[in-house]
Structure formats: structure tokens, C-alpha cells
């Protein structure tokens, strides 16, 4: 049987591992394109849940865990794969509703509801991703759920056919197997499926990786220094420092730091010829104020809560870096929300009507909790969502659920689709007629996007290297080249037809004014039948995208 605390604690666990490992997982991508990259929005999403399941006490039950990290999944899902890995958890969240424990039983149609709900959330499900691997090892788990009842056993079982899952992807997706690597997704759910099982086979918790290195010695110039980089570290409850003035017949103070070292870490212990220094982390910060006194009289103690300051801290980080949306309640029948990147681009869709911009797009995919806030903000009975970007959609998707107002989704892959589908927007006009003018409007653009390549790739025929310019068009990888106008003019080249009339240039943080005009003047005057229009978009990651109508 599987106890509350233990589904706690595994969870933990796996929220921990994609962490450590996510960069391991990032590296599996096989399109060299710059993105929010898997491992990444897997351990953002997994991560989400880690207070909720820090705070609960040792009477919890399976059905709060699962429903706490489901629900906490939903809100914090990010990119497609986030999306994915939260409906694989609210599997759990169905099956072990109103159970105090779970069995095998439970166990079984937790990974087969949540594998179907993640099929189903997928328009064109692709076999060699992750979807594989969980649909085989919900399988594996009903057949092996005929011939044993022990919930570590059938999971062990689980995690076996989701390695042999794994290793099968490439013969799924050819992509995978010339890049000669596994899917990046379906790893991911192999850290965590293993993860959870290694908890309930025994093993502790998997802690956070800590990056922070330990001086060797500390002196009285690098006292402060120290005890800041000690400070990233809670092993302990209290941070606590004093200064002691040296008695006649103080004892050797090698004495006081071995003895404090017995109560806690962290220990930092200075001293010249009147006075000592202390730092120490520690649960009994009285123990160590009580040994202090042995050395002579105290100035200054000063005891921290850490626990407490580290979760004061996370919400004050939270707040500055996410934005600060106000509910608002309906003044008119349409509103629209917008994903974009770039102060130019953000202010582009204000100016053509969108009431709220969520900051976000390529390398920086906004959870469905960040969409969902800017649709409760959006005063309107309806509110349409452009989420410009392929692996946004689906996290725009599960807001519409979560939602107090009618939302519709449109299929929006990029910046200028998302422009186009504003422009075909009528006020005088229905929400039908709307939604179906809007999504002609966004088929009839064409889109170039000029990047470079965030990693060596044998890619559609093409051999890239790390830092070269790729072309994409309409999302696909046209061609390499080494210098972005000359990728730029080639790419707008190719995507204008004979009824083309007009461009617009929108130009990245990384590329400068008269660099853009340089290209524009050149297009301008090779094709005088196309009006070129140039903005300054201000975003990361393209160094142009390329509308073409």
C-alpha cells in the first residue's frame, strides 16, 4: 500500500530529480532552435507543486497529495510537455480520489487515466514521445497488476517498461534516431517514474543539487562573505551569529567551533586577541548562545529564522518576476490576450487592440496560471487568446477550463498570425463569425523567422553548427546561412508569391536600427511592387520575423 506520506515524499522526490537533470533532458531536443526546451518546463511544471507538498503535515492521504500536485501541475504547466506531464498526474488525482491509501488497483487507473487524458488533450498524438512511453507503461502495469499486489513491485514494473519505452523512441521517430538520441519528453518521465520508485523502495528524498561552494577558511575580511554563502543552505532551522568578548581565561576557541559543529553546520568561528566571531546554522540556537558564555560575555546575538525568510524571499522573487494582473470584472462582449516577447512587439498588440500581453514566447513559455490571470483580467464576456507560439497552445488550452468567462483559443503559431488574426477582428460582428474570419486571416500568413542555432544538429538534411543563422519558414528549417541580412533577404525572398504585397520586418533586441534599414531599403528596392514595413519588436531569440500577406 502506498501511504499518504509516501506519495508526499515521492512526488518531492521526482520534482527534485527533473530538476537536477534538467539540463540533461534539454540536451535530447533535436531541433537546435533556442526554446523553453523540455527538461526545463518539465521541472518548472513539477516544481510548482513543492510547497504545497512541503507544507502538508504526516496525516495526509493519497487523495489530498495527488489532488494538491494535480492541481498545482495544471496551473504551473509549461510548454506542451508541462501540459502533458500535468494530465499524466491528474490521473492520480482521479484515480485516488477520497482514498486514504492507494494499492495496486488504484495504482493501475491512475496511469491509464492519466495517459488517456493526455492523448486526448493532443490534437495529432505523436507516437516516440512521451505519450509512448506512458500509454505502454500504464499497460505493462495492468498486466502485471494479474500477478502481484505490491504496489513497489507493479512500480518497478512500470518504470522497466518506460526505460525499454524510451529506448524504443527513435525506431518511432526517425528525427530521433539520425540525431541518434531518445525523446527528451519521455526521459523526463523516466527521471521522475524512477525517482518515485527509489522513495518507495526505501531511499531518501533527492535534495536540490547545492551550487554553492564553501570557502576553505574564513578570516575576519571574509566573515560576512562567508556567512552569505552559507546562508543558501537550510540544513537547519536558525541562523545564528554573536560577537563574545574574550574573558582573562578564555578557552581556546577551537573548542567552541567543534562543539558547535556537534548542533548544527554552516559553522564559521574568527577570532583576534579581544573578541570572536560566530556563525552558526543550527536547531538549539540556545545551546550555542549557552556555550558562548564560556568564552566570555556576548554582544550583539542576532537568530534567524531561515525557513521562514527562504519562503519570504521565494514569494518576494515571485512577485517582481511575475506580472500583476487585476481581475476585472466583464464591460464588453470581446476581449483579446496576447503572448508576446519584446517591448516593440507587446506595444504592437496594444496598439491593434489587446487588452492584456502576457510576456513570454520562445525560450520563455508562461504557465497556464500566467494566461489564465491575464484572461481573468481581461474585462470581457469573451475573451479570445493568441498564444503565438506552437508550444504555448496547449497551456493557453487548459486555461479555458479554469476560466470564469468563455475563452477561446486560437491556433496562433506566431507573431505575425497573431497580428493577422487581430486586424481580421469585427466588432460589429458575432463570436462565430469572429472566430472563424480570425482563424482564415492567420492561415493566409506567411511567416519567416531568422535565429541561430543553439546547438550542433544533423537536422532535414541540413549539417548545422552551434551559432549559425537558420531560416524557418512557416516553421520549418529553409536553410543556413552565416550572416543575418542576407538570411533575411533570402528567407523573404522565398516566401513572397505573386500576390504578395506586403511585408513587415519586426527586428530583435540583438540586431541594430541601421541594420534593419539596411534591410529594408534593400527589399524595398528589390521588389517596388511589395510595401516593406520595419518595427522595432525589441525581442529575444529571432533576429527578425517576417510577415508576409
Known amino acids: 500500500m502506498i501511504s499518504g506520506n509516501l506519495l508526499r515524499d515521492a512526488f518531492i522526490s521526482a520534482a527534485n530529480s527533473i530538476a537536477n537533470r534538467k ?38 492521504t493519497v487523495a489530498q497529495v495527488a ?41 493501475i487507473k491512475a496511469l491509464e487515466l492519466g495517459a488517456e487524458g493526455a492523448y486526448k488533450s493532443v490534437m495529432k498524438p505523436t507516437e516516440g514521445t512521451i505519450l509512448t512511453v506512458a500509454r505502454l507503461s500504464a499497460e505493462k502495469a495492468a498486466k502485471a497488476g494479474l500477478s ?5 513491485l507493479l512500480w518497478a514494473d512500470v518504470c522497466s517498461t518506460a526505460q525499454e519505452a524510451l529506448a524504443d523512441t527513435p525506431n518511432l521517430l526517425p528525427a530521433l534516431k ?77 573548542k567552541l567551533r567543534a562543539y558547535l559543529e556537534t548542533i548544527g553546520d554552516c559553522v ?36 534567524e529564522n531561515m525557513k521562514m525568510q527562504h519562503e519570504a524571499r521565494q514569494k518576494q522573487a515571485e512577485l517582481e518576476n511575475k506580472q500583476q494582473f487585476v481581475p476585472a470584472a466583464p464591460e464588453k462582449q470581446f476581449g483579446f490576450v496576447a503572448v508576446a516577447a519584446g517591448s516593440g512587439v507587446e506595444e ?28 481573468t483580467a481581461c474585462p470581457a464576456e469573451t475573451v479570445f487568446v493568441l498564444p503565438n507560439n506552437k508550444n504555448i497552445i496547449m497551456a493557453a488550452e487548459q486555461a ?88 533575411a533577404f533570402r528567407l523573404t525572398k522565398k516566401l513572397l508569391k505573386g500576390d504578395s504585397t506586403f511585408v513587415t520586418l519586426i527586428y530583435g533586441a540583438d540586431v541594430a536600427d541601421e541594420t534593419a534599414e539596411t534591410l529594408q531599403k534593400q527589399l524595398s528596392t528589390k521588389f517596388s511592387h511589395v510595401e516593406v514595413n520595419l518595427i522595432n519588436g525589441g525581442q529575444p531569440v529571432y533576429y527578425y520575423i517576417i510577415s508576409v500577406e
Do not use: W
Not at 200 to 225: C, H, L, N
Not at 233 to 253: G, W
Not at 348 to 355: E, Q, T
Open 23 to 60: 539540463k540533461d533532458v534539454d540536451e535530447l531536443n533535436v531541433f537546435p532552435v533556442p526554446d523553453g526546451d523540455t527538461g526545463t518546463n518539465m521541472s518548472m511544471t513539477m516544481g510548482n507543486a513543492l510547497t504545497e507538498l512541503k507544507r502538508m503535515d504526516e496525516n495526509v
Open 67 to 107: 489532488d494538491a500536485t494535480a492541481s498545482a501541475l495544471l496551473r504551473g504547466a509549461r510548454g506542451n510537455s508541462g501540459v502533458i506531464l500535468s494530465l499524466l498526474f491528474r490521473g492520480f488525482a482521479k484515480a485516488f480520489a477520497g482514498a486514504k491509501e492507494a494499492d495496486t488497483e488504484l495504482l
Open 148 to 152: 502481484t499486489n505490491d504496489t513497489t
Open 178 to 254: 539520425k540525431a541518434g538520441v531518445v525523446d527528451a519528453g519521455g526521459q523526463g518521465l523516466v527521471i521522475i517514474y524512477n525517482a518515485i520508485l527509489d522513495v518507495m523502495r526505501g531511499g531518501e528524498i533527492v535534495q536540490p543539487k547545492d551550487k554553492s561552494e564553501k570557502p576553505a577558511a574564513a578570516t575576519f575580511e571574509t566573515f560576512s562573505s562567508v556567512v552569505g554563502d552559507y546562508d543558501a543552505e537550510i540544513n537547519f532551522t536558525y541562523c545564528t551569529e554573536m560577537i563574545i568578548t574574550k574573558s582573562e581565561k578564555a578557552p581556546d576557541s577551537a
Open 268 to 303: 564559521v568561528v574568527v577570532e583576534d586577541d579581544e573578541i570572536i566571531k560566530v556563525h552558526v546554522h543550527t536547531n538549539n540556537p540556545g545551546k550555542a548562545l549557552e556555550k558562548a558564555l564560556q568564552f566570555g560575555s556576548l554582544n550583539l546575538p542576532k537568530i
Open 348 to 375: 504592437m498588440f496594444r496598439d491593434i487592440g489587446v487588452d492584456c500581453v502576457v510576456r513570454g514566447g520562445q525560450t520563455m513559455n508562461p504557465s497556464t496560471d500566467d494566461i489564465l490571470a491575464a484572461i
Open 400 to 487: 479555458v477550463k479554469l476560466a470564469d468567462r468563455k475563452v477561446c483559443v486560437l491556433q496562433t503559431r506566431t507573431i505575425p498570425q497573431g497580428m493577422a488574426a487581430m486586424l481580421a477582428f469585427d466588432p460589429d460582428a458575432d463570436f462565430n463569425t469572429n472566430r472563424i474570419e480570425m482563424t482564415h486571416a492567420l492561415e493566409r500568413v506567411s511567416t519567416g523567422q531568422i535565429t541561430f542555432a543553439a546547438r550542433d544538429s544533423d537536422y532535414e538534411g541540413h549539417a548545422i553548427k552551434k551559432g549559425e543563422i537558420m531560416a524557418m519558414d512557416n516553421g520549418k528549417l529553409a536553410f543556413v546561412d552565416k550572416d543575418v541580412n542576407k538570411a
